[in-house]
T-cell receptor, first 118, second 111 residues
């Protein structure tokens, strides 16, 4: 399977615990994005990486959230001291980004990690 | 930032009929407009997209139109089939490269 993969698919945790999610993008895609989706809404942008550099963070990304992409391949999203309001689907997407003079905007999404905070 | 509005929120059609979903955007700098289909428990799947230098694009039963002046873009599905039933999202990208999504349209195709 050469698509975007995410792990775990489901996570149930108690309020106050830390959780970490992993995303493996499509091979050779140099851009990686994290989005959050709550029930009945469209995905909302959280942050994105160009290779290993984190280039943009949404105001939705509070200081309890941290994302890394240490080697420019897979990425992790950690939420510290989880709150019930963090319950959502966390989606990862990747795109080819810029190649030469062309910019490839197409973002391909993984299946998501559904987080439930009790 | 960009604001994308999507209508209708729900749409029911008879199998074989056409379905149209409409979106508007606010930022005239937006230059790329994808459409995603999302089935229950899955991530969004890119089904078609259009760039700001094109007015219309078609792929088999699916077409997208863009009116830059009015800041409107629409998804057209012809000859609908039950497997087209899903939630559809429009989105727009500005130069920042992050997608701004609409609130979704739940399409039900009645056999």
């Amino acid at each position: 399977d050469t698509g975007v993969s995410q792990d775990p698919r489901h996570k149930i945790t108690k309020r106050g615990q830390n959780v970490t999610f992993r995303c493996d993008p499509i091979s050779e895609h140099n851009r990686l994005y994290w989005y959050r989706q709550t029930l009945g809404q469209g995905p909302e942008f959280l942050t994105y990486f160009q290779n290993e550099a984190q280039l943009e963070k949404s105001r939705l990304l509070s200081d309890r959230f941290s994302a890394e992409r240490p080697k420019g391949s897979f990425s992790t999203l950690e939420i510290q001291r989880t709150e019930q309001g963090d319950s959502a689907m966390y989606l990862c997407a990747s795109s080819l980004g810029t190649s030469g003079r062309y910019s490839y905007n197409e973002q391909f999404f993984g299946p998501g990690t559904r987080l439930t905070v009790l | 930032g960009e604001n994308v509005e999507q209508h209708p929120s729900t749409l029911s059609v008879q199998e074989g009929d056409s379905a149209v979903i409409k979106c508007t955007y606010s930022d005239s700098a937006s230059n790329y407009f994808p459409w995603y289909k999302q089935e229950l428990g899955k991530g969004p799947q890119l089904i078609i997209d259009i760039r700001s230098n094109v007015g219309e694009k078609k792929d088999q039963r699916i077409a997208v139109t863009l009116n830059k002046t009015a800041k409107h873009f629409s998804l057209h599905i012809t000859e609908t089939q039950p497997e087209d039933s899903a939630v559809y999202f429009c989105a727009a990208i500005t130069g920042a490269n992050n997608l701004f999504f609409g609130t979704g349209t739940r399409l039900t195709v009645i056999p």
